[in-house]
Structure formats: structure tokens, C-alpha cells
């Protein structure tokens, strides 16, 4: 073996072994922060615009920019409010397939607004399941959201349908930095 081969080997062994050290590598952000789940209900209000509907020549129904308005009730005032979802979706003849968008949530909290993106699917019994992600703005900027939601079969996305919603908020606060006390040196200037 050659020197070059061994030393490069020991450098890969060490960096290795740093990594799983627990905290050989600074704090982690998420190690002070705080997990609160909820629950609740997603209740479709309004659908102020359909979107475009457009068929592909082998028969996938394209939906493309669909608003929807809804009203979360959850039990945490911060997932509670008036939710407004742009919905994408390629569905098949049974009206089945993926369905993809983005949302904003303004809440009852004064200033607090969580925007973020969303995943998921139709299935052919009408069944919808999707799952997203959401950055905290205004009052709970540095919190992100996850949240999961459910509409059973006889869901079709039109207003007075109600789903089941489940999440966590995870606030990820970073501590303020300590500021140096100011120092007299002693030399006044008179």
C-alpha cells in the first residue's frame, strides 16, 4: 500500500468519525426548538377559478391553476384560517393520478401567515390524501409546518366538503447571538 493510498484512507476515517460525533460539528438549529402537533378540519369554501382543463392525446386530464378557498379549524390558532390553494393535477380516466400545488394560510393570529408547497393524490374512489410543507412569515417567521390532509371518497373538491387535517409546527428560533458588554478603557476624552 502506498503512502498516498494510506493517508487518504486515515483523512477519510477521520472526517468520517467527526460526522457521527455528536456535536463535533456545532449545535444544530432544531435542537432548541419546540415540535406542538394539531389536528382538525379543512373545509372547502369557494372555488373562485376551475383553472384550465386540457386532454393530452393519451387521455390525461391535465389540470392546470385551480383556486380553491378554504377555512382550516384546527385546534392551534397558528394552522387556523383562511387557507388559498392553487391546485395542479394530471388525472387519469378514473379521475385518479397526482395532484401538486402551493398554498397560503393566513391565520387568526394577527401578522402570522404560513406559505408553502403540497403534494398528493386522487384515487379513483374520489378518496384525496396529500401532504405538505410550509415556511412561517410574519409573526412565526423561523417556524416551519408540516401538515397531512385527508378527504374521504365522496370528496370532489367542491364547496361545503370537509377533510380531516393533521400537522406539526416546529419552531426553530436561533438564539440572538451574545453582545459584548462595552468596556470603559478608561481613556475619556475631555
Do not use: K
Request: aromatic residues 10%; negative net charge.
Amino acid at each position: 500500500m502506498h503512502w498516498r493510498n494510506v493517508s487518504t484512507s486515515l483523512v477519510t476515517t477521520m472526517v468520517a468519525g467527526a460526522l457521527l460525533v455528536p456535536g463535533s460539528h456545532g449545535p444544530r438549529p432544531w435542537s432548541q426548538s419546540r415540535i406542538t402537533s394539531y389536528g382538525g378540519t379543512q373545509l372547502v369554501t369557494a372555488v373562485p377559478d376551475f383553472g384550465t382543463y386540457t386532454e393530452t392525446r393519451r387521455g390525461v386530464l391535465q389540470i392546470r391553476g385551480q383556486i380553491r378557498e378554504l377555512w382550516d379549524q384546527c385546534d392551534d390558532e397558528r394552522a387556523t384560517g383562511f387557507n388559498t390553494v392553487v391546485i395542479n393535477a394530471n388525472l387519469n380516466s378514473q379521475n385518479a393520478g397526482r395532484i401538486w400545488g402551493t398554498y397560503e394560510l393566513h391565520t387568526i393570529v394577527e401578522g402570522g401567515w404560513w406559505e408553502g408547497r403540497w403534494t398528493g393524490r386522487i384515487y379513483a374512489d374520489g378518496t384525496q390524501t396529500f401532504s405538505g410543507r410550509g415556511y412561517g412569515r410574519g409573526e412565526f417567521e423561523g417556524s416551519l409546518g408540516f401538515f397531512s390532509v385527508y378527504y374521504p371518497p365522496e370528496a370532489d373538491g367542491l364547496p361545503g366538503i370537509e377533510g380531516e387535517i393533521e400537522g406539526r409546527i416546529i419552531d426553530i428560533r436561533r438564539r440572538e447571538p451574545r453582545r459584548r458588554r462595552d468596556r470603559d478603557d478608561g481613556n475619556d476624552e475631555r
